[in-house]
């Protein structure tokens, strides 16, 4: 039986503490955490088809995918039922440091915990990480937006990969009324857990757990997450719209891009690919004062999303 020690030095098991957790949490006063479990498998193999996909993250130098650089990479395989959203048998965390070739910033070490003498001389084993990849048919992240930019730039195998995001593709808010999509909160919000953030492998550990762990209603956060990844998108570019058309296009919630990024310089949204032909009809109503074929469509899929856009 595991032994925990307590304030005051005094070894307690966990099949005293549990009760008194319990009791606590029962009183309605408290809410008590208990410490990211090691999960070999969520369900066991009931006879469904299933997939791989691989748990991602890293710790970088910085925020800019092409200044900065990786300092710890992290991935963990999973198998998974694709009509269910079930999780099954969880892989071995595979986890290598990197050396930037300059020193790491003191608020990255602060945040990360890792330090120069622990990058010094270590690189990602390239081929390792191929051979992760080789089964896998989906990559996720929490906050794919940041980590598929650095991985491409450094590890051209995900290039190819078909990507998702639990931060963005699953809707916490509208599903549980989460304040917020961060890992950290997820797992103590909804999973009632914690763990050491900002480690890439106890982050990917966290991700799985936080997908596998159902919602109030019930549903799967992994089911929602590849819902959204399947959905065909239709990123909208409003080029040459008239300044006059600002104020709508803002109320439609299309956002400015000033043109630094390589992209058009714009208004933009995206759509699922079922609202376009709406959207579309929209634009030249409303915008192009009966104009067609003056804005621009970028189609988007689960291969290309979440990429860094530049020229």
Known sequence: MPQV???GGTVVSHAELDPRAAALEATGEYRVLRRLPLVPAYHAPDGAATLRALAVDVETTGFDAQRDAIIQFG????EYAPQSGRIYAVGESVAFFEDPGRPIPAEITALTGITDDQVRGQRIDDRAVGELLAPVVLVIAHNASFDR?????????????AWACSLEDVPWKREA??????????????????????????????????????LPSGALPLRLLLEAAAQRLAHIWAVDAPYAAKD????????????EDGRPKAWHREVPEA?????EDWLSAKVYGGRRGVWKVEWIDARNRFRERRG
Do not use: M
């Open 275 to 279: 609202e376009c032909t709406a959207e």
């Open 75 to 78: 991935g963990i395989p999973f």
């Open 248 to 259: 709508l296009l803002k109320g439609r919630r299309y956002r400015w891009n000033n043109g």
């Open 149 to 161: 930019p650095f991985l491409e730039r450094r590890l051209p195998v995900f290039r190819d990969q």
């Open 177 to 214: 009324g989460y304040s917020s999509k961060s890992l950290e909160f997820l797992l103590y919000r909804h999973c009632g857990a914690f763990y050491d953030a900002h480690a890439a492998d106890s982050d990917c550990r966290a991700l799985i757990h936080a997908l596998a762990t159902p």
């Open 5 to 7: 020690p307590p304030v």
